[in-house]
């Protein structure tokens, strides 16, 4: 133990120094803005930086993208959703000079702004509404914390504050129900609860682990639990440092809030025992149907246990050992009997008589009344807190010395003593955080919104900036970004460049990006270019980007005109395709493990409030990289593979958004078939169709209708149900095919 405190006190003092050699321990100070030969391409200051790094490798920028393609990229990049036709037309008659200003005025100024980028901050923090691992257990009003976060985000909550109430709104605000459902931050990330995990020394130190990890991938872009069972591999962060950020949160836990009255409280639980005793005698013929086939499954494990278990279950449990006790435990977890073993074990008759008794529950459960809300968020429930100790090789059960709260060594900013005197240990954790004097906060969060506008951040390893993580391609630039971030609004008087600073505004930073000529470029390829920086790290041209998992459900329901554009509320679960039902839970047993959201119209609610659960990822959303919930997504992956292929052409959700976007545009152009056309080029692409495009696609349904024709003659394919007066069941189906075809091109799916 004392060669372990006195190797920690070694690492501790050389991490102090070697900190503050590497670039991003450093406070970022304003750098000056680099003078440019060609000054008139600069917009702004970001421009002069990306142009004096072009120059040094004699690059030059691209030409400013066209107004449509400039218009869907900024569309898509504020709002997550594509241009209407109706915008697209404002913006392309708006000639003043102010009109791409205006645009992006409005984009900020939407509702749907808070939505996309609630999205990326989810990806952060590692949102869902289920614990994960074993038994993912559902968090029934999580979605609260997401509901805060597009608000916080709409109303252009100043960062550093954004950060405090996530950290410590409970004490910032203790009668805000808001700052409570803020604190959900906490416990965003998955808890491990299974029948072998119930050690609640464990089970707390999972907690912290997640809470830290939140913190240090999430805010600081640090890899902080690398140091959970030693010394930091790369970083100057000793194992000390880890569980100093722990102690913290020493006495924090989970804790639900609620602003319900002691009467509705009251007349809830009444209405909730009501239903329950309803459904009791139903539930005892059930378990009735259960026994035997229970009893005969637990006696069938007690027979296979090793004869040490059963020898153990056999004494008197007033009368075991410790390590017979400990026995008889273990045996006992593995004599425990799932309700799955159970279903499949079942003859078929008692099957069916299970089913039916089972379904008269779920039809009565469905009348229980809407939850009362509630924050689930975290606060200081451990009182008095157990002291935190240093956890040799990261073991709970081999504890070392106590350590007390502190920051980073290789960050050495203490609050000021008149405000951390007596001040709750999380609160100062929460404003050193949110402080612009610390080195990471500021720069990571820059680099976050970078990597989301141009696909790639300035640091290309968004959760590591230490020294394993990437160098920056433009360390000036960050720096810049970092102190306009938090430097307040000045006035001109001031000397300083006021028109740019930020006040830890995010809107205010976003507006300043793509305000910039280096965001306006044209997505370019060059030969020549291409040879010098094959990466475009240097930034000449603008990264072409995929539409995420999300973005592309949702501009395929925009196709088609049916997305709910509804804002906020209890998360939605869509049906489940059979095969991934049957797959996840059991074939055997329609149980309501995901009780899907009765009204249909919700089903088509844009992607983020779809019910996030870990262990249940909707197969469109996963296949396109949806990130697991499990770790922070820094930045999300772009894998091509065959699945997506199929899941774009064959998925039923595919082909009945086809129909219905082809229903759509029948209704719009009912007449003309070119009008069709164009009409199809404009809400997939939001341009109008090209001459050469018309003469192919009209090739297509004419040789389309022709073997549709044929098949339903043949009786090889059905005619629909229904279909538009102005077409034939051939030509309609053509049309449908059509539309999905057009879904599927790469101008639908990435943008320029």
Known sequence: MRILVLASLIFYFSAAGAGAQHWAFVRPVRPA?????????????????VLQKLASKRLEPSPPADRNTLLRRVTFDLTGLPPTPSEIADFLADRSSNAYDKVVHRLLSSPHFGERWGQHWLDVVRFAESNGYEHDLDRDQAWRYRDWVVRALNIDKPYDQFLREQVAGDLLAPKDFDTHVATG????????ITGGNLDPLEMRQEWLTEAVAGIGNGVLGLTINCARCHNHKFDPIPQADYYRLQAFLAPVANRDETPATDAEKKQFEQTVKAIKDRTKPI??????????????????????????????????AAKRTPAE????????????????EVVNALRPDDRARRRALRQQIFAIERETPTPLPTAEGAADVLQPATPTRLLVRGDVHNPGPEVLPGFPVCMPIEPAASESMGEN????????????????TSRVFVNRIWHYLFGRGIVSTPNDFGKHGELPTHPELLDWLATTFTAAHLSSSSGSPSEYNCGWSIKDAIRLIVSSNTYRQACLFDAVKSKIDPDNRLLWRMNRKRLDAEEMRDSILTAAGTLNLQIGGPSVRIPLEPEVYDTIFTESEPDNLWPTTQDAR?????????????????????VFDQPDMMSSCAARGQTV????????????????QSLVFADRIYADRPAAAADRLDRLFLLAFGRHARYDEMQATKRFLRDQTEILRGRIARHELSPPKSFPKSADPPSYLAFADLCLATLNMNEFLYIR
């Open 602 to 622: 919700q089903h088509t609610r844009r992607s983020l409030y779809l019910f996030r659960k870990r262990n249940v990822r909707l197969p469109m959303l996963a």
């Open 33 to 49: 803005v680099p003078r440019v030969k060609h000054s008139a391409w600069v917009r702004n200051p970001i421009d002069a930086f």
């Open 283 to 316: 539930e005892a013929r059930v378990a009735e149907i259960e026994r035997p086939y229970r009893d005969q499954i637990r006696e069938a494990k007690r027979q296979a246990l090793p004869p040490e278990y059963k020898a153990a279950l056999a004494i008197d």
């Open 325 to 340: 006790r400990k026995l008889a435990s273990e045996a006992g977890t593995q004599l425990n009997v799932s309700w799955d």
């Open 641 to 656: 593979h065959a699945l997506q292929a199929l899941t774009l052409v064959n998925s039923e959700f595919m082909r009945k």
């Open 425 to 440: 240990p999380r609160l100062q954790l929460a404003k050193w955080l949110s402080s612009p004097e610390n080195a990471l």
């Open 185 to 192: 931050f906490l416990r965003a990330g998955p808890f491990h």
